[in-house]
C-alpha cells in the first residue's frame, strides 16, 4: 500500500501559508509562529470574520476594532492579531497600508498597520513612517493573559520598535537606530524633548536680551 504522498515523503503541509512574494527572504505567514498560527486558523474570528476579506473590507473590520492584543484566556487569539494575519495573506500595495497609516480618526485601524509595517517592511522605512506616532497620545486597549488594560499609540509604536515581542509575536530583527544613522541611512531624529528645551533655551534668551535693553535704556534715561 503506496499511503498518502505526504506521509511517504515525510512532508507535512502547512496551513495558512501565502502563495506570493517572500518577505524577509521567507512565506510571509511564517512571520506568525505556527502554533500561533494554528490557533488563528481554528478560532470562530477568523472563520466568522475573516472569510473572503479583501483589502477594502479588512479595512471595515480593523474600524470595527474595540482592543488590541495577542493571545489571551486559554491562549486565544485577539480578533486584531486574526486580522494582522489576514493583512499577511493579502499582502495589501503600499498605498493601502499607508492610507490606513493615516487614518487618524480609526486609531484601532493605524493600530493595524503600524504592526504590519513593523512585520513586513525595511528597517529604515519602520523607522520613518512610524516615529511620527511617538507624537499620537491616542488611548487604546491592550487585552493579554491578564485582562485588559489601557495603553497609548505613542507607547504601543515605542514597543514595537525597541521591544523583541509584542502581542506574542517575535518581531524581525530592527537594527538600533543608532546604527543606521552611522550608515547615513537615516538622519538624526529630534526628540520631542528636545525640541521643547530649545523652545526653553530660545525663550530664555529672549528674556535675558529683554532684561539687557531695560538695563541699557534705564541707564540712558539717567
Same mark, same amino acid.
Given at each position: 500500500?503506496?499511503?498518502?504522498?505526504?506521509?511517504?515523503?515525510?512532508?507535512?503541509?502547512?496551513?495558512?501559508?501565502?502563495?506570493?512574494?517572500?518577505? *524577509?527572504? #521567507?512565506?510571509?505567514?511564517?512571520?506568525?509562529?505556527? %502554533?500561533?498560527?494554528?490557533?488563528?486558523?481554528?478560532?470562530?474570528?477568523? +472563520?466568522?470574520?475573516?472569510?473572503?476579506?479583501? @483589502? @477594502?473590507?479588512?479595512?471595515?473590520?480593523?474600524?470595527?476594532?474595540?482592543?488590541?492584543? =495577542? #493571545?489571551?484566556? #486559554?491562549? $486565544?487569539?485577539?480578533?486584531?492579531?486574526?486580522? %494582522?494575519?489576514?493583512?499577511? #495573506?493579502?499582502?495589501?500595495? +503600499?498605498?493601502?497600508?499607508?492610507?490606513?497609516?493615516? @487614518?487618524?480618526?480609526?486609531?484601532?485601524?493605524?493600530?493595524?498597520?503600524?504592526?504590519?509595517?513593523?512585520?513586513?517592511?525595511?528597517?529604515?522605512? !519602520?523607522?520613518?513612517?512610524?516615529?511620527?506616532?511617538?507624537?499620537?497620545? =491616542? +488611548?487604546?486597549?491592550?487585552?493579554?493573559?491578564?485582562?485588559? $488594560?489601557? %495603553? *497609548?499609540?505613542?507607547?504601543? !509604536?515605542?514597543?514595537?520598535?525597541?521591544?523583541? $515581542?509584542?502581542?506574542?509575536? @517575535?518581531?524581525?530583527?530592527?537594527?538600533? $537606530?543608532?546604527?543606521?544613522?552611522?550608515?547615513?541611512?537615516?538622519?538624526?531624529?529630534?526628540?520631542?524633548?528636545?525640541?521643547?528645551?530649545? &523652545?526653553?533655551?530660545?525663550?530664555?534668551? &529672549? %528674556?535675558?536680551?529683554?532684561?539687557?535693553?531695560?538695563? *541699557?535704556?534705564?541707564?540712558?534715561?539717567?
Amino acid at each position: 500500500m503506496e499511503g498518502d504522498p505526504e506521509r511517504r515523503t515525510g512532508i507535512t503541509l502547512e496551513r495558512g501559508l501565502v502563495k506570493g512574494q517572500e518577505i *524577509h527572504s #521567507q512565506n510571509p505567514a511564517r512571520l506568525i509562529e505556527k %502554533i500561533i498560527r494554528e490557533r488563528i486558523l481554528d478560532s470562530p474570528y477568523w +472563520k466568522e470574520q475573516c472569510f473572503g476579506l479583501t @483589502a @477594502a473590507t479588512l479595512c471595515d473590520r480593523a474600524v470595527e476594532l474595540t482592543y488590541i492584543g =495577542g #493571545q489571551y484566556g #486559554q491562549q $486565544r487569539p485577539t480578533p486584531f492579531l486574526s486580522l %494582522i494575519f489576514k493583512a499577511i #495573506q493579502l499582502q495589501p500595495e +503600499k498605498e493601502i497600508i499607508l492610507e490606513y497609516l493615516a @487614518a487618524e480618526d480609526f486609531k484601532y485601524l493605524r493600530t493595524l498597520a503600524a504592526f504590519y509595517i513593523r512585520l513586513t517592511f525595511p528597517a529604515v522605512e !519602520v523607522y520613518k513612517l512610524l516615529e511620527p506616532l511617538l507624537a499620537d497620545y =491616542g +488611548k487604546l486597549k491592550l487585552r493579554n493573559m491578564n485582562g485588559f $488594560r489601557l %495603553i *497609548h499609540i505613542d507607547e504601543f !509604536v515605542d514597543m514595537l520598535l525597541t521591544e523583541e $515581542r509584542v502581542c506574542d509575536i @517575535a518581531l524581525p530583527r530592527l537594527p538600533k $537606530r543608532i546604527v543606521l544613522e552611522d550608515m547615513e541611512e537615516l538622519e538624526p531624529r529630534d526628540s520631542a524633548l528636545g525640541s521643547e528645551l530649545s &523652545d526653553l533655551e530660545d525663550d530664555s534668551d &529672549d %528674556i535675558s536680551d529683554e532684561r539687557q535693553n531695560n538695563v *541699557h535704556n534705564n541707564k540712558e534715561e539717567e
